[in-house]
């Protein structure tokens, strides 16, 4: 058995073996047998500007905002560099870039890293305008108008949300402040939300370009024996027998569910990491203990069954009801409705970065996006293949900066 500091690390790395989880067991309860309590994780309460960017000297402001269906989510702006006025676009204004983190994680995840390494530091310093988004029922997103996050009602929400009223919230309050287009940045279940959003014309006048690190839109090959296991196991339509509900994966029966998958055949959970996301090439063993701290955060329950469709279906659509007269009343269609990739504008600027140990986002299943875009703009589309990365490398190797935020930085300058 693993040690807990690698089962949460396991769970916090966007693991998709929980889309088996029992949810009425995740009702979310039961708290705290995962991660430590300490350091950076306790003056979190804070705030992520607080926590993590103000402390190395660079501005930082809170934001609140509020989607269309009432949830108010958080975000984080870092206006400038270190050394203010620090400008790479001579003296025109500030670019606008939108970061969005992916699942069972919140925007502190890009930031664990020192200054010299993480993205939206690293931006800031090359003269862009940072913004750093958080889905709803994160740490600091767990608030609605109305809604308790108590209540299975606040969970009533699967990704398909994040595409219409998450990210077209976020985007318009970025541009609205901003005045600009805006840059967009997604790692897995934000390059999932971008590429479904896009494709729906949902940010047509906000958006300027859009890069993907770590690439989930088709997640049918997903290679390894836990995701094999977690597919193979899912069971249908849990929601419709358990209602909605939050999962939460610090709580306990998390824990007990993440523990007895370890017992399949062919799953090394001495090796959850790698198990899970991929041999990740690059990452600081400090960095890692920081991110154990932080995170993971919860997600609706619902939210995963969405995505062990995706897994199971081998098509990007959204949520299914998992009976045709509900999916009629819901959709007017028996089945639900896909999300068409290839609708994404032809012309906007796409920049793609997928690693060759990814066992989230395979070699493969890239490869079926990339087809979905054959008819991009060809001059539009950049493709970045690095041989040894795996899905947290994106976001927190040691050497992203050099391997793929510098190449992000010259695509967004390209665009000027
Ligand atoms: C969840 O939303 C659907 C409609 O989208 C509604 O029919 C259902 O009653 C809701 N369930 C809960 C628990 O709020
Ligand atoms: C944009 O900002 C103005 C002024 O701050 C505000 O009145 C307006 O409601 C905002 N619009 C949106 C869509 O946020
Ligand atoms: C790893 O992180 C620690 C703590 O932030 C830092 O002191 C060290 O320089 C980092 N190592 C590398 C190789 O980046
Ligand atoms: C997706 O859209 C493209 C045109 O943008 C169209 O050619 C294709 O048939 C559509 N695919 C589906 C499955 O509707």
């Known amino acids: 058995m693993a040690p807990p500091g690698l089962l949460s690390l396991a769970v916090l790395c966007f693991c998709l073996l929980v889309l088996v989880v029992e949810p009425h067991r995740a009702y979310g309860k039961s708290r705290g047998s995962f991660g430590r309590n300490n350091g950076a994780a306790t003056s979190a309460v804070n705030g992520i500007c607080a926590t993590l960017v103000t402390i190395h000297g660079y501005k930082c402001l809170e934001h609140e905002l509020k989607t269309q269906d009432g949830y108010i989510l958080n975000m984080q702006r870092i206006p400038e560099g270190r050394v203010s006025g620090s400008s790479s676009t001579g003296g025109n204004k500030k670019q606008p870039v939108l ?13 664990m890293n020192s200054p010299e390494q993480n993205l939206p530091m690293i931006l800031a310093d090359k003269g862009f305008d940072v ?5 709803r029922g994160t740490r600091f997103c767990r608030k609605h108008v109305s809604l308790d996050p108590g209540r299975p009602e606040f969970w009533n929400w699967s990704w398909d949300e994040l595409v219409s009223y998450d990210l077209p919230a976020v985007f318009d309050f970025v541009f609205n402040q901003t005045g600009q287009k805006i840059h967009y940045i997604g790692h897995s279940q934000g390059t999932l939300i971008g590429l479904a959003s896009f494709s729906e014309g949902h940010q047509a006048h906000t958006l300027k370009s859009a890069a993907f690190l770590s690439p989930i839109a088709y997640l049918s090959h997903m290679n390894t024996a836990l995701g094999v296991v977690a597919a193979k196991a899912f069971v249908g339509e849990i929601t419709i027998l358990f209602g909605v509900a939050e999962f939460n994966p610090k709580g306990q029966q998390a824990s007990i569910f993440l523990k007895s998958l370890c017992n399949y055949p062919g799953v090394d959970c001495y090796d959850l990491l790698s198990e899970l996301t991929g041999k990740n090439c690059c990452l600081n063993s400090s960095t890692v203990d920081l991110c154990i701290e932080n995170e993971p955060q919860s997600t609706a329950t619902k939210n995963l069954v969405h995505l062990a469709q995706t897994v199971r279906d081998g ?13 009629l009343m819901r959709y007017g269609e028996a089945k639900p409705p896909i999300y068409n990739i290839s ?4 012309d906007l600027p796409i920049f793609i970065s997928y690693g060759g140990q990814d066992a989230l986002s395979d070699v493969r299943d890239v490869q079926l996006l990339l087809d979905s875009l054959k008819f991009h703009d060809v001059d539009k589309l950049m493709i970045q293949y690095i041989k040894d990365y795996a899905h947290a490398d994106f976001i927190m190797g040691i050497n992203a900066n050099d391997f793929v935020y510098n190449q992000i930085i010259q695509f967004f300058k390209n665009q000027q």
């Open 99 to 111: 970061i969005q983190h992916g699942i069972l994680v919140d925007g502190m995840t890009w930031l």
């Open 131 to 135: 913004w750093i988004a958080n889905t």
């Open 315 to 327: 098509v990007i659509a959204k949520y299914n009801y998992g009976r045709p007269d509900y999916n």
């Open 343 to 346: 609708n994404i504008p032809r």
